[in-house]
């Protein structure tokens, strides 16, 4: 189930990007006066379509057929992306047919380099309106939670925040010098500048110390996938529910109670009483805990699970700030948060050239996007669609990249062209363009073996 659940939300997050991507290119071809002989989604054999001169069909349209002005939209047998057949562009399909009569005033090959050039970063930008829509509908629905604290509460085992040396306890004052006022800054000032050596300022134990991070370790660890491991001073672990008939009812635990301390060790987040639990298996365990204003402790037997029978949440009861916004606010935000992100995914991607970043810890292929948008799906429709605008920027990313057969390939060869004043010929074209494909599809197995390599 598990699988075929990765495999569902695979093919949904990966036909919207491609939709809306291929849907940027179509639209932006059609304002240019250009013919789109094909939108499809998904590649190789048509499996049904629909067309003005044929209507729905399935299977591969007559190669005699003449649409004339008009698309054939269709679904391909391999949902592994989708094109958009712009009339006189040699492009992924290779078609050489038209490009041997001479230049049509509907094509591609026709048009000046200001209405090619929008026609392909057509599909970027579409991506990255995408995520700007998200993210705004999200800022909207959600406002903006601050948690008004720079302690830290809790630091996991083999976290990133141990591995630096940070400790429960820690107040973290600046970041390289600049000051921090909440949880939110902080998170935010520790993925900035990725490489650079970090200066974090801390109070501990009322002393004002400087601990000094390596910022090629620091990338190392969190291309590893190594968790950031830090929870802000301020968290309670909350019982949302109590089994029947488990230690924690035998015990009088009740939901909407509040743990305190477990074994004399005050307990903040719930990260953190399981894997305090985790450690106690078959052990007895006193455990504190608060029922209306009531302080209870008792002991309890821990069976070979680990485990009392409780549902958890956690709840920040520290001084916060709400903000909420408007639908021109929330728009501002979800801007600024498409840009931050792409200014993330372009640090990482520097990250690799310069060589702090390992290459195959830093890339991801479709077994883990499939990972990872079940691991969203789970959290809900909201946290899914998050995900969404975060993959629709790495999608533009990629694509607007200066190589063969993606988008940014093609844009260069247009500011060439437009440089030149002539067009580079259909040969040389041709060859980049399979080059370019040979890449992709070698890029494409090795993401493919590193995704199964890294699940070994």
């Known amino acids: 189930m598990e699988i075929i659940s990765a495999i569902f939300y695979f093919v949904i997050v990966l036909g919207i990007l491609v939709f809306i991507h291929e849907f940027g290119h179509f639209i932006m071809a059609r304002l240019s006066g250009m013919r789109v002989e094909t939108f499809s989604l998904g590649m190789g054999f048509r499996l049904f379509g629909w067309n003005k001169v044929n209507g729905f069909t399935f299977g591969n349209l007559d190669e005699k057929i003449d649409l004339g002005a008009h698309t054939d939209y269709r679904l391909a047998a391999f949902p592994i992306g989708g094109y958009c057949k712009i009339s006189g562009?040699?492009?992924?399909?290779?078609?050489?047919?038209?490009?041997?009569?001479?230049?049509?005033?509907?094509?591609?090959?026709?048009?000046?380099?200001?209405?090619?050039?929008?026609?392909?970063?057509?599909?970027?930008?579409?991506?990255?309106?995408?995520?700007?829509?998200?993210?705004?509908?999200l800022a909207f629905r959600n406002g903006e939670t601050t948690f008004k604290t720079t302690t830290i509460g809790y630091v996991s085992d083999t976290s990133i925040a141990q591995r630096v040396g940070l400790l429960s306890g820690d107040k973290i004052n600046a970041i390289d010098g600049k000051k921090l006022n909440s949880w939110n800054q902080l998170l935010l000032s520790l993925t900035e500048n990725l490489g650079n050596d970090r200066k974090i300022s801390i109070t501990r134990n009322q002393i004002d110390t400087v601990i000094t991070v390596n910022g090629k370790k620091l990338v190392d660890l969190i291309s590893s996938n190594i968790p950031l491991g830090l929870e802000p001073d301020g968290l309670r672990t909350i019982i949302m529910s109590v089994q029947s008939n488990s230690l924690a009812?035998?015990?009088?635990?009740?939901?909407?109670?509040?743990?305190?301390?477990?074994?004399?060790?005050?307990?903040?987040?719930?990260?953190?009483?399981?894997?305090?639990?985790?450690?106690?298996?078959?052990?007895?365990?006193?455990?504190?805990?608060?029922?209306?204003?009531?302080?209870?402790?008792?002991?309890?037997?821990?069976?070979?699970?680990?485990?009392?029978?409780?549902?958890?949440?956690?709840?920040?009861?520290?001084?916060?700030?709400?903000?909420?916004?408007?639908?021109?606010?929330?728009?501002?935000?979800?801007?600024?948060?498409?840009?931050?992100?792409?200014?993330?995914?372009?640090?990482?991607?520097?990250?690799?050239?310069?060589g702090n970043l390992e290459f195959k810890k830093a890339i991801g292929g479709p077994i883990m996007i499939a990972q990872q948008a079940t691991q969203f799906a789970d959290r809900g429709f909201w946290s899914f669609l998050s995900f969404t605008a975060m993959l629709s920027i790495s999608l533009a990313l990629i694509n607007i990249l200066p190589l063969p057969a993606l988008d940014g390939g093609h844009f260069l060869i247009i500011i060439i062209e437009a440089i030149l004043r002539r067009e580079i010929s259909v040969k040389v074209k041709l060859v980049l363009q399979q080059i370019g494909l040979y890449l992709l599809m070698g890029l494409m197995i090795y993401v493919i073996i590193n995704d199964i390599l890294k699940l070994l």
Do not use: C
């Not at 048009?111 to 026609?119: E, L, R, V, Y």
């Open 249 to 354: 009812e035998k015990a009088g635990i009740k939901s909407n109670d509040t743990i305190l301390s477990l074994d004399n060790t005050p307990i903040y987040s719930y990260t953190e009483f399981i894997s305090e639990m985790q450690n106690r298996k078959n052990k007895l365990i006193t455990l504190e805990w608060k029922h209306d204003n009531n302080i209870i402790t008792k002991e309890i037997q821990l069976d070979n699970n680990g485990i009392i029978g409780v549902q958890i949440a956690q709840a920040y009861t520290g001084e916060t700030i709400k903000t909420n916004y408007n639908i021109l606010e929330a728009f501002v935000v979800g801007t600024k948060q498409t840009f931050e992100t792409f200014r993330l995914i372009v640090s990482s991607i520097y990250q690799i050239i310069v």
């Open 89 to 137: 562009m040699i492009d992924e399909t290779l078609d050489t047919k038209a490009i041997a009569k001479p230049p049509q005033p509907y094509e591609f090959r026709a048009k000046g380099p200001f209405k090619k050039a929008i026609t392909i970063v057509g599909g970027v930008l579409f991506n990255t309106l995408l995520a700007i829509v998200i993210f705004s509908i």
